[in-house]
């Protein structure tokens, strides 16, 4: 690299000239080039895209889209199953994302303390991190299986004289089931990230307030919460993006949404319209609303936090 | 005052064995499921610790009537995992030091937009996203495959802008004094320095990737493309109405699996950084 480049003549002071400020337009764009492209065609592409989209049909082996107008969108509003599948959604996402919050904040005041064996103690609430969806969806069916001589979880709650649901076979139920490994898949990360926030509040400061006869509810009002309060925000967006996308895997994997469309997820449904029925045109409108109620969701998350801050 | 909080301090560690030991159950219930035998794993009480052990599983989980694994499907999985992951890192690793370093007009913007694509997960813009890949003549390729993921370049590269930012000025000057472009800092100075920011990446990408199920589903349509997700997946409910037993679908799942936990137990420190942005011990 002996010849000086284009770029560092540029980047030298002294080329560039009388004005102090430094131009690296040129060095950015080439080091920047690929990234940018790669993201541009396959995401700004597909978002703008599929907004265009949703105003055509298409079958997409042959031609190009149509313009039919907001025909898809008409379609929409009147199909039942699109706003059985919004319900779905948003039902799935309420009873996970919740549980997934308080759950992980009480794990990550459990493990926060040193003690011998800490880090291996810790590895154990965060192997499931490891697990794919859909590996999980193959241990858990299991687990769930239903009947007289079966599933584990059937046999521990029938211990208690309870008769147990049919998990994924029940309109109640399936979708509850689905939940309970999709928080069991996002527990991990969201425990490590409230880890973070308790490890930066001195256990000076708790120890000082349980001398002052704080007990452990005050504790948690006054020094642990409001220590992890802007954690909580983060935590909700990353179980949020969880759930989206475990939402399609645990359902194409153990329940195909049904029964009767008990666990049909937005998400779910616009993959059946697009690579079952091809219906492309109307999946992306689909897809400009599933976008909408998660950007949505997280307007709300934001106002929600910005409240709980004051 | 002093044997009283030893107690509870002890408590509090049991407390927290017994908590763990739940929350990575189903993990240890396969692990032992997948040396049972078909009568052990269909008694009640179900069996928590096998009686005896049954490696068989393991083998007939690659071969026979029973098997789960493709070898196929194994080079896949690997294939797919360092090739997306692999030029996705070169791409953040560059763009970082691009966005932290560089001065240029459009910088903010890039950001925001990369900070934007975090909120947009692949699921969402699947459709269009099939479509481009489809009209590019991609799909059932492993280009096709690669670089829909490969392009998903805002976490990595946000994580490495945030690293590369904190390297102090001077270390760039005296590069730039000793007559180094932007190439040369990049691969002497921003590559070796920001090693804990590409342990940290690779511990989460490697990760997403292996496990990614939705994406290789509908970009592999044909099956010579299939990954190990898809293999597992597909176990147990084949359309001929055979039925693979439990214990070797446990087992498959545990070759699948075993993999990445490991890595994942020797970079958890790096996993939660990257989580973190640092903090974590």
């Known amino acids: 690299m002996s010849n000086p480049s284009l770029a560092q003549v540029r980047s030298s002071p002294v080329a560039a000239g009388r004005r102090t400020a430094r131009r690296d337009g040129l060095a950015a764009a080439l080091m920047m080039g690929p990234n940018l492209l790669l993201f541009t065609v396959f995401i700004v592409v597909p978002v703008v895209g599929g907004l265009y989209l949703s105003f055509t049909t298409w079958d997409i082996t042959n031609g190009w889209p149509k313009w039919v107008g907001l025909a898809n969108y008409r379609t929409m509003f009147a199909d039942p199953l699109v706003w059985r599948s919004v319900e779905t959604t948003l039902k799935f996402i309420v009873l996970g994302v919740v549980p997934t ?48 001589g079966f599933g584990v979880i059937d046999y521990v709650i029938s211990q208690f004289g309870v008769t147990p649901p049919n998990w994924l076979a029940s309109t109640t139920w399936s979708l509850p089931a689905l939940d309970i490994i999709t928080v069991w898949l996002s527990l991990p990360t969201a425990t490590v990230l409230y880890l973070a926030a308790l ?24 020094i ?9 925000l983060l935590v909700a967006i990353v179980a949020l993006l969880a759930f989206t996308n475990g939402s399609f895997d645990l359902v194409n994997i153990l329940t195909k949404g049904d029964p009767l469309y008990a666990t049909q997820t937005l998400i779910y ?3 059946e319209n697009a690579f079952a029925y091809g219906l492309f045109g109307y999946a992306a409108a689909l897809s400009v609303l599933q976008i909408s109620i998660l950007g949505g969701i997280l307007v709300i998350l934001r106002l929600l936090s910005r409240l709980v801050r004051r | 005052m002093i044997p009283f ?32 035998s078909d009568t052990q794993l269909s008694i009640q009480p179900p069996q ?22 493709q070898l196929r499907s194994f080079v896949n999985s690997v294939i797919f995992t360092v090739g997306a992951v692999g030029l996705q890192w070169m791409l953040c690793v560059s763009g970082g030091l691009v966005v932290a370093k560089m001065r240029f007009r459009s910088r903010n913007v890039i950001t925001i937009l990369l900070a934007i694509s975090l909120f947009i997960p692949i699921i969402t813009t699947l459709i269009p996203t099939f479509i481009v890949t489809y009209k590019l003549h991609l799909i059932n390729t492993y280009p096709g495959l690669i670089l829909p993921i490969a392009a998903q370049t805002g976490f990595g590269t946000l994580l490495f802008r945030q690293y590369i930012s904190q390297i102090p000025e001077e270390l760039f000057d005296a590069a730039r004094i000793d007559g180094a472009n932007w190439w040369i800092i990049l691969r002497r100075l921003v590559i070796p320095l920001a090693k804990p920011a590409t ?49 070797v679908i446990f087992a498959s799942v545990v070759i699948v699996t075993l993999p990445m936990i490991l890595v994942f137990i020797a970079v958890q420190p790096s996993f939660v950084r990257g989580l973190t942005g640092s903090g974590v011990e």
């Open chain 1, 224 to 232: 642990i919460w409001p220590g992890v309060r802007y954690m909580t």
């Open chain 2, 48 to 69: 928590v610790i096998p009686s005896s052990l049954h490696f068989g599983n393991y083998v007939d989980a690659f071969s026979g009537m029973t098997q789960v694994i």
């Open chain 1, 199 to 222: 490890q930066r509040i001195p256990a000076s400061v708790i120890e000082a307030a349980t001398l002052d006869g704080a007990g452990p509810v005050r504790r948690l009002r006054y």
């Open chain 1, 269 to 271: 449904y616009i993959y």
């Open chain 2, 5 to 36: 909080a030893r107690t509870r301090r002890s408590t509090r560690i049991v407390f927290a064995v017994v908590v763990g030991l739940l929350l990575s159950a189903p993990l240890l219930y396969m692990l032992a499921g997948s040396l049972m």
């Open chain 2, 199 to 247: 342990a940290a990446y690779l511990a989460i990408s490697v990760l997403t990737a292996w496990n990614m199920y939705l994406w290789p589903l509908v970009a592999a349509e044909g099956g010579s493309l299939q990954v190990l997700t898809q293999t597992l997946a597909s176990a147990g409910t084949t359309g001929q109405g055979e039925i693979t037993p439990q214990n």
């Open chain 1, 101 to 148: 919050v308080f759950i992980s904040l009480g794990l990550a005041m459990l493990i926060n303390f040193r003690f011998r064996f800490v880090s291996a103690v810790r590895s154990l609430y965060l192997i499931p991190a490891a697990m794919s969806f859909a590996a999980s969806a193959v241990v858990w069916r299991y687990l769930f299986l239903d009947g007289p």
